[in-house]
């Protein structure tokens, strides 16, 4: 939990049971296309609403993690919940990220599968650096480091791509990226009635 070991976290997070579901925006949004703003105020009822808003989003959208101009909200600032390569599961939130330069001999360019809960069904194979080290602050205003490898460090590495404003349709080639845009029309609403589904149940 926030980069520290903890013996055991529920499988439905504290954040996602007090937060409340959010629309998701989606590919075309201008919010998804613009860098967004520091986190300033830190410590506020606001940011900690916001936080678990975020949770409870993620949760019942199934996403590995979740940006704040996801939500609509033109924040520096995403959260996670995600068990990675070797089964250890990562849970918390970052504020106002900034990505390390991990040196070359310590990472590798990895292709793996990737999507987007604002590109909402399709997967496509994009190139990352497989360890990451981001580095922000929590809720609070503390300082936080977090390192990831594998999946983590592409979910990293995914996520603060969202708060300068990028996809990772944008790391695609034109054909790779107008064929997952084609394959999103036919599965968004699908989807989305996955997640509203989630969503009742959950009582959200």
Do not use: C
């Given at each position: 939990m926030q980069g520290e070991p903890v013996a055991s976290?529920?499988?439905?997070?504290?954040?996602?049971?007090?937060?409340?579901?959010?629309?998701?925006t989606v590919v075309g949004e201008e919010i998804l296309r613009r860098r967004c703003r520091p986190v300033?105020?830190?410590?506020?009822?606001?940011?900690?609403?916001?936080?678990?808003?975020?949770?409870?989003?993620?949760?019942?959208?199934?996403?590995?993690?979740?940006a704040a101009n996801q939500v609509?909200?033109?924040?520096?600032?995403?959260?996670?919940?995600?068990?990675?390569?070797?089964?250890?599961?990562?849970?918390?939130?970052?504020?106002?990220?900034?990505?390390?330069?991990?040196?070359?001999?310590?990472?590798?360019?990895?292709?793996?599968?990737?999507g987007c809960l604002s590109v909402p069904g399709p997967y496509r194979v994009v190139a990352r650096p497989d360890r990451t080290v981001v580095r922000g602050q929590d809720w609070k205003g503390e300082p936080l480091t977090i390192e990831g490898r594998g999946y983590f460090a592409r979910c990293l590495q995914h996520e603060t791509?969202?708060?300068?404003?990028?996809?990772?349709?944008?790391?695609?080639?034109?054909?790779?990226?107008?064929?997952?845009l084609r394959e999103m029309a036919g599965s968004r609403d699908e989807v989305l009635a996955r997640r509203a589904?989630?969503?009742?149940?959950l009582g959200k």
């Open positions: 976290w529920p499988l439905v997070t504290p954040e996602t049971e007090r937060g409340r579901v959010r629309r998701v300033t105020a830190f410590g506020t009822p606001g940011l900690s609403a916001l936080i678990d808003d975020m949770f409870a989003t993620n949760h019942v959208a199934r996403g590995a993690a979740i609509d909200v033109d924040l520096r600032l995403f959260v996670w919940d995600i068990t990675d390569d070797w089964g250890v599961r990562h849970v918390g939130h970052i504020a106002n990220p900034v990505l390390d330069e991990v040196p070359q001999e310590h990472r590798r360019l990895v292709e793996e599968s990737e791509d969202h708060l300068d404003g990028r996809l990772y349709l944008d790391r695609l080639a034109q054909r790779e990226r107008k064929s997952a589904a989630l969503a009742r149940e």
